[in-house]
């Protein structure tokens, strides 16, 4: 059996140290630079082979088995550009010979390396990959746990990566972090320090920290674990109406009632961008390299996060009360003051689905709607204090939740392992679902 190597999974510790970039720039620096970029081109192209070396007892049976691959040989000397012989750097035995373990281990070291948000060649940027941990999200059937969490109503909920955290934020300028244990609700930490009502709230993708847009003109920075806030991102000149992570703990992205979408530098709590848009904006998403924006003037807008311009526009009826894109950034999910959701198709940038049921109304201009993580469900709360839930590919309404809120219900969100759902509504309530 042959298989092809793939040269951009090849782990960063296979190259030796002499053979990494460093603070040198020399002509030595410069040869070794080349050499390294020929041998992965070379390694691109090149076959290895598969062969399995099982270990057998005396009586013939297999005691262990070990995978084997082997590289082709390959001469000692290369040739560079000028002519001259260098001596190649790959020679270990680990290079031309490598078990199955080994394979593994090498594997472990390259997603620690990426964690850590080392390159080769380029700036050190703790960037956290996105890994799917859910399989099939779970349809909530009945109301785990109800409480009365703010004193006044709440704007926004969100959980933490790991499903575990919870954050509230609402009218009463308080964040409250719950802990999601048993099926219930077990209060952690309350966030002060909040100028005014908070509209967002997001952790960032390690959940050390949480970020809230408030009506005081401000976004505010916490760390987990502390109650004052750590930062205050000042600049707009109207209520900020969202506020989010980009891909990075160091990144941010508010958006405002002043018509400006902002893109901020959180080491140093400065504004890195502004970018200028006709109409105010009630919610901000982030991927790669994208931030989409939803305004008030029935339109969601692109930006190249590289890029001064906006790339795309597409229009929808009613004002955008909410987006959100799923894990695989493929789709977009919006929720309007039509009383519609819509599915979004990136790929193509046309509406995929329009979601309607009868009762459903939004309640705010800030109701929120989400993807399940498995993007199988999309999920909003009505004016009324139900949950609807439909099938993203049938379009179909597949659920509708009655009970515990007796009024309007502003936020919803979905944990990442797919088991909960929780929902905030205008009354200070918040519902656990399973």
């Not at 009586?59 to 001259?84: C, I, Q, V």
């Not at 997603?111 to 890994?131: A, D, E, M, N, T």
């Not at 050390?208 to 707009?236: C, F, I, M, N, P």
């Not at 009613?318 to 950034?329: A, I, M, Y």
Request: hydrophobic letters at 35%.
């Amino acid at each position: 059996m042959s298989v092809q190597v793939d040269s951009t999974n090849l782990a960063p510790q296979s190259i030796p140290p002499q053979a990494r970039p460093c603070e040198n720039t020399g002509t030595g620096y410069q040869a070794k630079q080349a050499l390294v970029s020929q041998e992965l081109k070379k390694a691109a192209k090149r076959t290895v082979s598969i062969s399995e070396n099982p270990d057998t007892s005396g009586n013939g049976t297999r005691e262990k088995a070990e995978m084997t691959l082997t590289l082709p040989a390959e001469p000692e000397f290369l040739e560079s550009e000028a002519g001259e012989k260098l001596k190649r750097p790959f020679r270990s035995a680990s290079a031309t010979s490598l078990t199955l373990s080994r394979c593994v281990d090498v594997v472990k070291g390259l997603l620690h390396f990426k964690k850590r948000g080392h390159s080769i060649g380029g700036p050190s940027v703790q960037q956290y990959q996105r890994i799917p941990v859910c399989v099939a999200a779970r349809l909530p059937t009945w109301a785990q746990d109800v409480l009365d969490a703010h004193l006044s109503e709440i704007n926004a909920v969100r959980f933490g990566p790991n499903s575990s955290l919870l954050a509230t934020g609402g009218a009463d300028r308080l964040i409250h972090l719950w802990n999601v244990v048993g099926g219930r609700l077990e209060a952690n930490q309350t966030l002060e320090g909040a100028g005014s009502s908070i509209t967002s709230v997001d952790f960032d993708p390690s959940g050390s920290q949480v970020l809230a847009a408030t009506y005081s003109q401000a976004a505010q920075l916490w760390k987990v674990g502390e109650a004052q806030s750590k930062e205050t991102l000042s600049g707009h000149t109207d209520k900020v109406t969202a506020a989010k992570f980009k891909l990075t703990r160091h990144q941010a992205v508010t958006g405002s009632r002043d018509r400006t979408v902002k893109e901020w530098d959180l080491d140093r709590a400065y504004c890195s961008r502004t970018i200028n848009v006709l109409s105010y904006c009630n919610d901000v998403v982030c991927g790669d390299h994208v931030i989409i924006s939803g305004h008030n003037d029935q339109k969601i807008r692109f930006w190249d996060s590289r890029g001064p311009h906006c790339t795309q526009v597409i229009p929808v009826q009613g004002r955008v009360t909410s987006l959100s894109l799923s894990h695989d950034q493929l789709h977009l999910l919006s929720c309007s003051r039509d009383n519609t959701l819509k599915v979004i198709d990136l790929r193509v940038s046309n509406i995929r689905q329009v979601f309607r049921a009868d009762g459903f109304k939004c309640g705010s201009d800030w109701t929120k709607a989400v993807f399940s993580p498995d993007r199988s469900f999309a999920l909003a709360g009505s004016w009324d204090g139900a949950l609807y839930i439909w099938d993203v590919d049938t379009g179909k309404l597949e659920s509708s939740l009655r009970g515990p809120h007796c009024t309007a219900v502003n936020a919803v969100a979905w944990c990442c392992c797919g088991n909960h759902v929780v929902s905030v509504d205008q009354a200070g309530k918040v519902v656990l679902w399973h």
